[in-house]
């Protein structure tokens, strides 16, 4: 994050082969979108996440955050 979203976002997706199924990853990456302006791509992060989540505490705020990239 010292450079910016663009080149974190760039690193969590060389991970995505290794982590696919980790939630946290998809979180993560949503963040990064949402930070750049790209509400509907991590809109899909989001959703993939909710897919994965199994701590109702997470999948609330899950929920929050992608109501709120939706909205956008």
């Not at 979180?27 to 701590?55: F, I």
Request: hydrophobic fraction near 45%; glycine fraction near 2%; charged fraction near 35%.
């Amino acid at each position: 994050m010292v450079d910016g979203p663009r080149p974190a976002l760039a690193l969590i997706d060389a991970l995505e082969d290794d982590l696919e199924r980790y939630h946290l990853l998809h979180v993560a990456r949503a963040d990064m979108l949402r930070r750049l302006g790209a509400p509907a791509e991590a809109a899909k992060s989001y959703t993939r996440a909710l897919e994965l989540v199994t701590n109702d505490a997470e999948r609330r705020f899950l929920e929050r955050r992608l109501r709120e990239a939706q909205a956008s």
